[in-house]
């Protein structure tokens, strides 16, 4: 029997996943717990500083001015899904992990296209006639 660190009720140690680099070998909070944690989570709309970007392409100068313009970028794209129906990303202008150039997760860099348009670009960036440049 273990207790739940959230719900402070005492489970039986199966209501725990596994966490082998604990002493008891479980997370500390129930399956219950952790499951209604992760949906609340992945219902956010506007994702905080902790980007999911590689740390090299978040520069050190961002202003929380450049922070607020970033998550219009995601909100945008949530509501734009919402009301349409098709799904709709932030694209990186200049790919983040591009073959000859790499950008920075910086809002200069950012827009927001369809996830059919984006998944077509590929890592890849725009010359200045809007086509697809392929060796970046």
């Known amino acids: 029997m273990k207790e739940c660190k959230s719900c402070k009720q005492t489970k039986s140690r199966s209501d725990f996943y596994p966490k082998f680099t604990t002493k008891d ?30 740390n090299r392409c978040v520069p050190p100068w961002l202003t929380d001015s450049d922070w607020q313009e970033i998550k219009a970028f995601y909100f945008q794209a949530v509501h734009l899904t919402a009301a349409t129906g098709s799904r709709f990303v932030v694209d990186h202008i200049y790919p983040l992990r591009g073959a000859t150039v790499s950008g920075l ?24 006639n809007e086509t697809w440049v392929y060796g970046s």
Not at 105 to 125: I, M
């Open 25 to 54: 070998g479980l997370y500390t909070v129930c399956k219950t717990c952790h499951k209604a944690k992760t949906a609340a989570y992945k219902k956010t709309a506007i994702p905080d500083k902790s980007v999911s970007v590689p």
């Open 105 to 128: 997760h910086v809002p200069s860099n950012l827009r927001v296209v369809s996830e059919q348009e984006n998944r077509k670009k590929h890592n890849k960036v725009l010359d200045s």
